[in-house]
């Protein structure tokens, strides 16, 4: 029987030990248990199956050379379904727009898709030579990385079902809220097609005091992208404002 001391010191070991295997297994977690376990919640679709054709887009190759086409044949193997009136897009908002979806169903982001759901926050590569899928330690640097150039491949394919009245969320915490550079501004405003798309709402969200507002000389150059026939709208909101928005019932209703 140990000393009381000796057994207080055993028993802090031991609940070490047991936290450093458990985060030791949950990041070794493979990537592949994730993507499955996220893609069963969706109905109808075969998962080993999608798993087998991601993989195929980066695996055995250099992690800078995995351009936007090789996520092709992932994007025809689970096509995005319009959801007219109801697709949200943000930039430069991520935490605020999941915060809100999840209070308001009603929405659809791409994160909230099969393709978007499964990889949503996660990082993966390949290596030349390699079968492996490796999680951690992938350089996102490079322009053709498999993280970024899935979600470029995948927000473009998304934007191309946009139909309705589209809503963008942009931050009014930052003093150019339009980046032509970012996804939205250089893959997905470009594919809002009339009239297919009718309106382009801008939720310009400021968490603290407000940096810009809706005459922000970078909405001048968002308009000059838009396309012909497609109605422009900006509404300044307080985060408050906007999750007071989120409350209300399950219709994605005019709340801007
Ligand atoms: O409309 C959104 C959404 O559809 C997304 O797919 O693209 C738009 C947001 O991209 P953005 O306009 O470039 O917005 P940000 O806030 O400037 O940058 C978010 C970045 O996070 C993206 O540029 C991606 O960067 P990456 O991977 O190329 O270095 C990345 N990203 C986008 N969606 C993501 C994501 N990272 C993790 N999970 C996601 N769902």
Redesign the pocket.
């Known amino acids: 029987m140990c000393s009381r001391r000796t057994c207080v010191i055993l028993g802090v070991i031991g609940v070490l030990l047991g936290v450093i295997i458990t985060v030791t297994v949950v990041l070794t977690l493979p990537l592949k248990r994730t993507f499955i376990r996220r893609c069963e919640l969706f109905p109808g679709y075969d998962c080993e199956n999608l798993w087998s054709v991601f993989q195929q887009a980066y695996v055995g190759k250099d992690p800078c050379n995995v351009p936007m086409e090789a996520y092709d044949p992932l994007i025809a193997a689970a096509p995005f379904k319009p959801a007219c009136n109801r697709m949200m ?6 935490d605020l727009v999941q915060d809100f979806i999840k209070k308001r169903g009603c929405f659809l ?3 909230k898709t099969l393709l ?1 759901s499964v ?4 990082s993966w590569c390949g290596e030349e030579g390699s079968s492996e899928t490796f999680k951690r330690f992938c350089r ?1 640097k490079c322009e053709n ?1 498999p ?2 150039s899935f ?2 491949r ?2 473009a394919a ?2 191309d079902v946009a139909c309705g009245d589209v809503t ?1 969320v942009l931050s009014g915490d930052i003093e150019t809220p339009f ?1 032509p550079k ?4 250089s ?2 405003l470009k594919r809002f097609k009339s009239p297919r798309v009718r309106s382009l709402k801008i939720v310009l969200v400021s968490r603290k005091k407000a940096l810009s507002n809706c005459m922000n000389p970078s909405f001048q150059d968002l308009q000059k992208e838009l396309g012909p026939g497609i109605t422009y709208s900006c509404t300044e909101m307080t985060e408050s404002q906007f999750n007071e928005c989120s409350s209300a019932p399950e219709t994605c209703g005019p709340c801007w």
């Open positions: 897009f943000w930039s430069k908002t991520k982001t791409l994160e978007g990889l949503d926050d996660l996102r990385n993280v970024g979600w470029r995948a927000s998304f934007a963008t980046d970012s996804i939205f501004g893959i997905e």
